[in-house]
Protein backbone atom coordinates (compact mmCIF):
# COMPACT_ATOMS: atom_id res chain seq x y z
CA UNK A 1 0.00 0.00 0.00
CA UNK A 2 1.26 3.42 -0.41
CA UNK A 3 0.51 6.69 0.93
CA UNK A 4 0.16 8.80 -2.54
CA UNK A 5 -0.51 12.39 -1.72
CA UNK A 6 1.01 11.99 1.75
CA UNK A 7 3.92 13.37 3.53
CA UNK A 8 5.87 11.25 5.10
CA UNK A 9 7.64 12.67 8.34
CA UNK A 10 10.21 11.10 10.41
CA UNK A 11 9.61 10.92 14.98
CA UNK A 12 12.87 13.32 14.61
CA UNK A 13 10.97 15.94 12.97
CA UNK A 14 8.01 15.20 14.55
CA UNK A 15 9.60 15.66 17.73
CA UNK A 16 11.48 18.95 16.93
CA UNK A 17 8.13 20.53 15.69
CA UNK A 18 6.88 19.82 18.86
CA UNK A 19 9.38 21.39 20.63
CA UNK A 20 9.85 24.35 19.18
CA UNK A 21 5.63 24.51 19.50
CA UNK A 22 5.79 23.69 23.00
CA UNK A 23 8.48 25.91 23.56
CA UNK A 24 6.60 28.77 21.57
CA UNK A 25 3.57 27.80 24.14
CA UNK A 26 6.05 28.31 27.28
CA UNK A 27 7.40 31.45 25.95
CA UNK A 28 3.71 33.36 25.28
CA UNK A 29 2.93 31.87 28.81
CA UNK A 30 6.26 33.62 30.29
CA UNK A 31 4.94 36.58 28.42
CA UNK A 32 1.52 36.23 30.02
CA UNK A 33 2.29 36.86 33.12
CA UNK A 34 4.45 40.12 32.02
CA UNK A 35 2.27 43.46 33.80
CA UNK A 36 1.23 46.49 31.24
CA UNK A 37 4.75 48.78 31.02
CA UNK A 38 1.97 51.57 31.89
CA UNK A 39 0.95 50.03 35.17
CA UNK A 40 4.12 49.46 36.18
CA UNK A 41 5.50 53.27 35.48
CA UNK A 42 2.17 54.90 36.81
CA UNK A 43 3.49 58.12 38.20
CA UNK A 44 0.58 58.83 40.94
CA UNK A 45 1.58 55.00 42.35
CA UNK A 46 5.35 56.39 43.50
CA UNK A 47 5.94 57.32 47.01
CA UNK A 48 8.47 57.08 49.68
CA UNK A 49 7.80 54.40 51.78
CA UNK A 50 7.40 54.74 55.84
CA UNK A 51 10.10 52.82 57.05
CA UNK A 52 12.19 49.76 56.35
CA UNK A 53 9.65 47.08 56.49
CA UNK A 54 6.88 49.20 54.16
CA UNK A 55 10.34 49.15 51.72
CA UNK A 56 10.82 45.72 52.35
CA UNK A 57 6.99 44.78 51.99
CA UNK A 58 6.94 47.32 48.83
CA UNK A 59 10.13 45.51 47.41
CA UNK A 60 9.20 41.48 48.08
CA UNK A 61 5.47 42.67 46.41
CA UNK A 62 6.43 44.38 43.70
CA UNK A 63 9.27 41.99 43.51
CA UNK A 64 6.77 39.04 42.66
CA UNK A 65 4.44 41.13 41.06
CA UNK A 66 6.43 42.60 38.12
CA UNK A 67 9.17 39.94 37.61
CA UNK A 68 8.88 39.22 34.24
CA UNK A 69 9.26 43.29 33.20
CA UNK A 70 12.37 43.10 35.60
CA UNK A 71 13.54 40.26 33.63
CA UNK A 72 12.83 42.05 30.46
CA UNK A 73 14.13 45.33 31.69
CA UNK A 74 17.91 43.70 32.84
CA UNK A 75 18.13 41.29 29.82
CA UNK A 76 17.49 44.77 27.75
CA UNK A 77 20.36 46.51 29.67
CA UNK A 78 22.74 43.42 29.27
CA UNK A 79 22.15 43.34 25.54
CA UNK A 80 22.77 47.04 25.49
CA UNK A 81 25.97 46.90 27.10
CA UNK A 82 27.09 44.27 24.49
CA UNK A 83 26.00 46.10 21.44
CA UNK A 84 29.89 47.58 20.99
CA UNK A 85 31.09 43.91 21.73
CA UNK A 86 29.91 42.26 18.42
CA UNK A 87 31.85 39.11 19.19
CA UNK A 88 30.95 38.86 23.08
CA UNK A 89 27.12 39.47 21.72
CA UNK A 90 27.42 36.72 19.51
CA UNK A 91 28.43 34.71 22.48
CA UNK A 92 25.63 35.83 24.85
CA UNK A 93 23.15 35.41 22.50
CA UNK A 94 24.57 31.68 21.77
CA UNK A 95 25.00 30.91 25.90
CA UNK A 96 20.88 32.72 25.98
CA UNK A 97 19.87 29.87 23.39
CA UNK A 98 21.68 27.22 25.34
CA UNK A 99 20.10 28.33 28.73
CA UNK A 100 16.50 28.23 27.12
CA UNK A 101 17.02 24.57 25.14
CA UNK A 102 18.79 22.74 28.03
CA UNK A 103 17.43 24.75 30.94
CA UNK A 104 13.95 26.49 30.47
CA UNK A 105 12.21 24.67 27.70
CA UNK A 106 12.60 21.63 28.59
CA UNK A 107 9.57 19.33 29.91
CA UNK A 108 11.40 16.11 29.87
CA UNK A 109 14.75 15.37 31.97
CA UNK A 110 17.68 15.40 29.48
CA UNK A 111 19.33 12.04 29.23
CA UNK A 112 22.97 12.10 27.68
CA UNK A 113 24.77 8.59 27.15
CA UNK A 114 21.51 6.52 28.37
CA UNK A 115 21.63 8.90 32.29
CA UNK A 116 19.48 11.28 33.38
CA UNK A 117 21.33 14.34 34.14
CA UNK A 118 19.59 16.34 37.43
CA UNK A 119 18.57 19.91 36.57
CA UNK A 120 20.88 21.65 39.63
CA UNK A 121 24.15 19.52 37.52
CA UNK A 122 22.45 21.63 34.09
CA UNK A 123 22.29 25.19 36.23
CA UNK A 124 25.60 24.66 37.44
CA UNK A 125 27.10 23.97 34.48
CA UNK A 126 25.76 26.22 32.37
CA UNK A 127 26.14 29.12 35.14
CA UNK A 128 30.47 27.81 34.80
CA UNK A 129 30.47 27.83 31.36
CA UNK A 130 28.34 31.48 31.16
CA UNK A 131 31.24 32.94 33.48
CA UNK A 132 33.89 31.19 31.77
CA UNK A 133 32.98 32.34 28.01
CA UNK A 134 32.28 36.09 29.82
CA UNK A 135 35.78 36.07 30.92
CA UNK A 136 37.55 35.21 27.84
CA UNK A 137 35.56 37.75 25.69
CA UNK A 138 36.39 40.28 28.25
CA UNK A 139 33.41 41.74 28.52
CA UNK A 140 32.58 40.68 32.46
CA UNK A 141 33.33 44.62 33.76
CA UNK A 142 30.70 45.34 31.02
CA UNK A 143 28.09 42.65 32.23
CA UNK A 144 28.67 42.92 36.36
CA UNK A 145 28.06 46.79 35.64
CA UNK A 146 25.21 46.93 33.43
CA UNK A 147 23.19 43.53 36.02
CA UNK A 148 24.53 46.22 38.70
CA UNK A 149 22.45 48.82 36.98
CA UNK A 150 19.78 46.97 36.04
CA UNK A 151 19.48 45.64 39.87
CA UNK A 152 19.56 49.46 41.14
CA UNK A 153 16.59 50.09 39.02
CA UNK A 154 14.45 46.61 39.79
CA UNK A 155 15.21 47.94 43.85
CA UNK A 156 14.41 51.75 43.43
CA UNK A 157 11.45 50.87 41.95
CA UNK A 158 10.36 48.41 43.77
CA UNK A 159 10.18 50.16 47.48
CA UNK A 160 9.17 53.46 45.96
CA UNK A 161 6.20 51.93 43.73
CA UNK A 162 2.86 51.93 45.91
CA UNK A 163 1.14 48.40 46.38
CA UNK A 164 -1.93 49.47 46.76
CA UNK A 165 -3.24 49.35 43.27
CA UNK A 166 -1.79 45.88 42.59
CA UNK A 167 -4.25 43.21 41.55
CA UNK A 168 -4.08 40.85 44.42
CA UNK A 169 -4.55 36.69 43.01
CA UNK A 170 -6.73 34.64 45.19
CA UNK A 171 -4.11 32.36 46.35
CA UNK A 172 -2.64 35.49 47.60
CA UNK A 173 -5.89 36.84 49.33
CA UNK A 174 -6.73 33.81 50.75
CA UNK A 175 -2.64 33.36 52.44
CA UNK A 176 -2.73 37.32 53.36
CA UNK A 177 -5.94 37.27 54.89
CA UNK A 178 -6.43 35.86 58.28
CA UNK A 179 -7.51 32.20 59.19
CA UNK A 180 -10.97 32.05 61.33
CA UNK A 181 -9.98 30.05 64.03
CA UNK A 182 -12.01 27.30 64.50
Do not use: C
Not at 22 to 39: Q, Y
Not at 105 to 133: A, Q
Not at 159 to 174: G, I, N, P, S, W
Amino acid sequence: MSNYGAIPTSSSESSGLGFLSRAKERGRSILATRRPWREMVHLHALGIPSGFRDALARFRRNLGYFRVNYAIIVLIIVFLSLLWHPISLIVFLVMFVLWFFLYFFRDEPLVIFGRTIDDRIILITLSIITIIVLLLTHVTLNVVVSLAIGLAIIVLHGVFRKTDDLFVHEEETASLSPQPVV
